[in-house]
């Protein structure tokens, strides 16, 4: 998944904000700024400049990640100009 955001994405980089835990679970608001290539949540962007934050929530089991639940105003992010 990660791989592939990077390929669309070349200078993939995200804040984190609130960053929330529990024993079994993580979460925090992610913040990105990026240009993607091709489209980006369903809008073609084509390198044009998208900001937008994800909630997002890890499951945890064994020391890795086994569900992720994010969350993403995708209104939005097509809405920008």
């Not at 990026?34 to 064994?62: D, I, M, W």
Request: proline fraction near 10%; charge should be negative.
């Amino acid at each position: 998944m990660l791989e592939d955001d990077v390929a669309q994405i070349p200078e993939l980089r995200f804040d984190i904000e609130l960053p929330v835990a529990q024993p079994d679970s993580i979460g925090s608001r992610l913040r990105f700024d990026c240009s993607p290539r091709g489209t980006s949540l369903g809008p073609p962007v084509n390198g044009k400049r998208v900001r937008f934050a994800e909630n997002v929530f890890y499951r945890l089991h064994q020391g890795g990640i086994t569900e992720v639940w994010p969350v993403i105003d995708k209104a939005a992010t097509e809405a920008q100009p």
